[in-house]
């Protein structure tokens, strides 16, 4: 991909947005209208920053700045969890349920067959997507970085399945929907860059 790192920007790209709940006396319409006029923002200066650099990512995955207290560099990451399209390839989509019970061995093959320079995500990739996450205050119960917890996202076994993943970007994760995070192991998703 011929990425480099981002450094010295002063803004972050939203990994997952949160509806927060808090007591601040601001309705749940304003602090919506906010954080989409936020995602908006994060949106127009991420397209700047991969038209000035080149960067691409492939249909159904999403740009991530690098950081460099991480060791990561810009990469494109699976929007949604990996679904197995039926004949044995990997694809992010909101429909369908994510691929589970395949080996690491199987995994790294077919993650490397996903795209151009496509691999399972790495540990100091992964941790990238997460301190983006904590970064977000929209992604904070509170509604500031710290204040509250961070919703994980269909945890709780109710429904005893997995839901259906929203093709809305301006929905994220809600306390209606999520549970608070939890130290978990994620899905990794294919990650390339």
């Given at each position: 991909?011929?990425a480099t790192s981002a450094?010295?920007?002063?803004?972050?790209?939203?990994?997952?947005?949160?509806?927060?709940?808090?007591?601040?006396?601001?309705?749940?319409?304003?602090?919506?209208?906010?954080?989409?006029?936020?995602?908006?923002?994060?949106?127009?200066?991420?397209?700047?920053?991969?038209?000035?650099?080149?960067?691409?990512?492939?249909?159904?995955?999403?740009?991530?700045?690098?950081?460099?207290?991480?060791?990561?560099?810009?990469?494109?990451?699976?929007?949604?969890?990996?679904?197995?399209?039926?004949?044995?390839?990997?694809?992010?989509?909101?429909?369908?349920?994510?691929?589970?019970?395949?080996?690491?061995?199987?995994?790294?093959?077919?993650?490397?067959?996903?795209?151009?320079?496509?691999?399972?995500?790495?540990?100091?990739?992964?941790?990238?997507?997460?301190?983006?996450?904590?970064?977000?205050?929209?992604?904070?119960?509170?509604?500031?970085?710290?204040?509250?917890?961070?919703?994980?996202?269909?945890?709780?076994?109710?429904?005893?399945?997995?839901?259906?993943?929203?093709?809305?970007?301006?929905?994220?994760?809600?306390?209606?929907?999520?549970?608070?995070?939890?130290?978990?192991?994620?899905?990794?998703?294919?990650?390339?860059?």
């Open positions: 991909m011929g450094g010295g920007r002063s803004t972050r790209s939203p990994i997952c947005i949160t509806e927060w709940v808090s007591a601040t006396g601001i309705t749940n319409q304003a602090k919506t209208a906010t954080m989409q006029s936020d995602l908006a923002q994060w949106k127009r200066a991420a397209d700047v920053h991969k038209t000035r650099n080149s960067i691409e990512c492939p249909v159904g995955y999403v740009f991530v700045y690098g950081n460099s207290t991480l060791g990561t560099s810009e990469f494109c990451v699976m929007k949604y969890e990996a679904k197995n399209d039926g004949s044995g390839n990997a694809v992010s989509t909101a429909a369908g349920t994510p691929w589970v019970s395949i080996s690491q061995t199987n995994a790294i093959a077919v993650a490397a067959a996903a795209c151009s320079g496509c691999h399972l995500l790495t540990e100091a990739e992964w941790m990238t997507l997460a301190a983006d996450v904590l970064s977000v205050k929209h992604n904070w119960s509170g509604g500031a970085v710290g204040s509250g917890h961070i919703y994980q996202g269909h945890v709780n076994n109710n429904p005893a399945s997995s839901l259906a993943a929203s093709t809305n970007d301006s929905q994220g994760c809600s306390a209606s929907r999520a549970a608070p995070a939890r130290h978990q192991a994620p899905t990794a998703p294919a990650s390339c860059g």
